[in-house]
């Protein structure tokens, strides 16, 4: 049985529609075409994100059975899958294929196994050229617009913008319509920041983008130089905080629902984790 957890984000339409809003199922498949440690790995990360007799797999499919029956698009806020295999990726391709969706790409999506390098744009590379043509949308920026709304999916995942994305962003805001912004890696604000140190205590971590430098001193290093943020992802989320077009943000990452103000008056919506059956319908007014 699904936990869905239901939402309404108020935009001013004139017609309101619904969606559903997935994220971090963390499917975990791999066959023959992998090495053995690949598949023991698939093994063992499908026994981690088990629950009371479900996985992590029964749980998403009834997430895609539930959107189809009730005609909801899925937008989704990344790590659909937990590394890269060609299982993997058909099975990502083949679950989205005849369902309307729009889709923010998250970190697992290139982990070739995990923990196992710092995740930085070399290493992204590495798996991107495949990864991107496993997916209809692009996944470091795309954008959709439904029923009067542009969504707009940013790859964030490894807790950075790119100078690209934020023109693009802008060249956006040119169509005049509201924005919806998907991403995985939710954006930092104090109160968050505060949180979410609270929840991962033992890990001494955040796991939020654009966490100011002077707030990471607990970071461990490996935390810190992943976490980092570039100048342009702080002239990113200053472009977030000051565009009235922009009328909710939707993320994923930290496996939990929370509901979090940002400074400019918006809501950031962090939603899902699979193995819980979590999930959040929204409609849209």
Known sequence: MLD???????????KPFRALHMSDNHIALADERETMRKRELAKNRTEAFSRNGNTALSFLEEMVAYAKKEGMPILHTGDLYDFVS???????????????HIY??????????????????????????LVQKYFRNNLFFDSRIINGVNFIALDDGYYN???EQLELLKAEAEKGLPMVLLMHNPLYTPEFFRFSMEVHAQKKCAFLTGVPEELMKDYSEYRYTQQKATQTTFEMMDYIAN???????????LHANYEIPMPSGITQYVSGYGPKGIVREITFT
């Open 243 to 253: 565009q009235p077009l922009i009328r909710a943000i939707l993320a994923g990452h």
């Open 86 to 100: 060609y299982k993997n990726l058909e099975f990502a391709r083949d679950l989205l294929n005849d369902i309307d």
């Open 161 to 163: 913008f790119y100078p």
């Open 104 to 129: 923010a790409v998250g970190n697992h999506e290139y982990s070739l196994y995990l923990g196992e390098a710092t995740e930085d744009l070399p290493y992204k590379m590495q798996s991107y050229p």
């Open 4 to 14: 869905i957890t239901k939402t309404t984000i108020h935009i001013g339409l004139e």
